[in-house]
């Protein structure tokens, strides 16, 4: 296999030196053998050109789709040469790999630049202490990264828009590369005629199977989830051992170590949920009920509300409702309840006793007493049941006291409220739960009674 010549043919003004970057290859290439993983368009590549060309001159770069690659690798290395091998994954993780990286000295490091982990071929030399590892984390760009990407494309950001720019890529270098060359630069639409949704396609869901492609797009509909939901929406019992081969093979999926969840990166998220979209719109309304109902369970009541107002699941968008309005009675925020309400037809509203109270909550709030004392007393039927009914009642007798408070009459008041705290059987509240919230709103107004 002939090494190839390391020379610059083209210049490009757009990439960054990143010196933290070549400073951790540094510290990395003290030991025998460093792994750089990645997911496609995270600079990889681009980097390890920097470091060779400044801190390691007389390293052997190959190229893993090669013949033999691993042969020659192992030649290099024996004559002390630093070796980078590139798309080192395309070469496989067979014996021949195995010998390489005991071969590697750190006199002679071995630099394994790839988008898969060698996973169990390279347990040997990471269990000896003979491994370093830079992954998609460190190469991701930083917020001044970001700002100084955009600025070479002659046009400056200030901190906030450099802000907005990362957290909407995840400091992905493509991605954000991608995005520097719009006006404005912010992530537009994310279909498949999109710059940075056409990347994803070619590089990343073309080169996957139709059923994984199907995985991928029905698991995208929630923001988050656990592989319980995956099943639910993909409809494979084996949605567990797909997810592990997805954050394998695939990449742009993180899990949070404390609860467990999945998350698809924004970019690639909003490509799949346009591609379903675009082929099977009738499914999104399933797909959507589903996570609605998912999310409802798990106390999530925000991302409940979107999915059921998506899927046009009324009653339980209305529930939601009613759990964020008791939120919203702690931390002032409003905004989700009434997009929820203001989403159901008129037909629904007209027959629903939930949204009769939460009408008068809300005319409370506007400081519209008789409207609220009217919208009260036009009959209060069958609310629901369990947590629902019961926070529909205790908001109820919170209006109630309130508009006696109002009137002056606080016996009244004091008879609306009762002589205990209304029974919530939601276990486990956090400070921010309705629970909690309609607790300490229920103490506040009982404190101006007798």
């Known amino acids: 296999m002939a090494l190839q010549a390391h020379q610059r043919v083209f210049v490009d003004e757009a990439v960054i030196v990143r010196r933290r970057l070549l400073a951790t290859l540094d510290r990395a290439t003290r030991r025998p053998v460093t792994l750089v993983a990645a997911p496609t368009g995270y600079g990889k590549t681009t980097l390890l050109r920097q470091w060779v060309d400044e801190h390691a001159p007389d390293a052997a770069w190959l190229d893993g789709s090669g013949t033999r690659p691993w042969e020659t690798v192992i030649k290099e290395l024996r004559r002390g040469r630093p070796v980078v091998i590139d798309d080192a994954h395309l070469a496989g993780w067979g014996p021949s790999f195995a010998r390489a990286c005991e071969a590697a000295r750190v006199a002679a490091p071995l630099v394994l630049v790839a988008r898969l982990d060698p996973l169990v071929a390279l347990h040997p030399a990471r ?43 995840d400091g992905w270098p493509a991605g954000v590369r991608l995005c520097a060359t719009q006006d404005p630069v912010v992530p537009g639409p994310s279909g498949a005629y999109s710059p940075t949704g056409s990347y994803l396609l070619a ?90 109902r998912w999310s409802a369970a798990r106390g999530d009541a ?37 997009q929820v309400v203001d989403a159901v ?73 009762g002589s205990h705290q209304p029974h919530l059987s939601e276990a486990g509240s956090s400070p921010h739960s309705p629970a909690a919230a309609l607790r300490a709103t229920w103490a506040t107004t009982s404190a101006h009674t007798p």
Do not use: K
């Open 127 to 169: 269990l000896a202490g003979r491994v370093s590892e830079v992954r998609a984390g460190e190469l991701a760009f930083t917020v001044g990264e970001v700002a100084r990407v955009v600025s070479r494309s002659g046009r400056r950001l200030g901190h906030e828009d450099a802000q907005a720019l990362h957290d909407e890529t």
């Open 203 to 292: 590089h990343v869901v073309d080169t996957l199977d139709p059923s994984l492609v199907d995985f991928l797009r029905t698991t995208a509909v929630p923001v988050r989830f656990d592989t319980d939901l995956a099943a639910r929406l993909s409809g494979r019992e084996d949605a567990a051992a797909v997810l592990d081969e997805v954050t394998h093979r695939v990449g742009f999926v993180s899990v949070d170590g404390e609860t467990g969840l999945f998350r698809y990166h924004q970019l690639l998220r909003r490509l799949l949920l346009s591609e379903l979209e675009r082929q099977s719109p009738g499914r999104l309304p399933g797909l959507h009920d589903v996570a609605a």
């Open 302 to 338: 925000r991302a409940a509300a979107v999915h059921a107002t998506r899927a046009r699941s009324w009653d339980v968008a209305v529930d939601c409702a009613v759990a964020l309005a008791c939120t919203a009675l702690g931390d002032g925020d409003w905004t989700p309840c009434e």
């Open 345 to 417: 037809p008129e037909v629904e509203v007209l027959a629903d006793d939930r949204l009769r109270v939460l009408a008068a909550v809300q005319a409370l709030r506007a400081d519209d007493a008789l409207l609220s004392r009217q919208t009260l007393g036009e009959g209060r039927g069958a609310v629901g049941r369990s947590i629902t009914s019961e926070r529909v009642e205790a908001l109820r007798r919170l209006c109630l006291a309130r508009l006696a408070l109002i009137d002056g009459h606080v016996t009244d008041a004091a008879a609306a409220l």
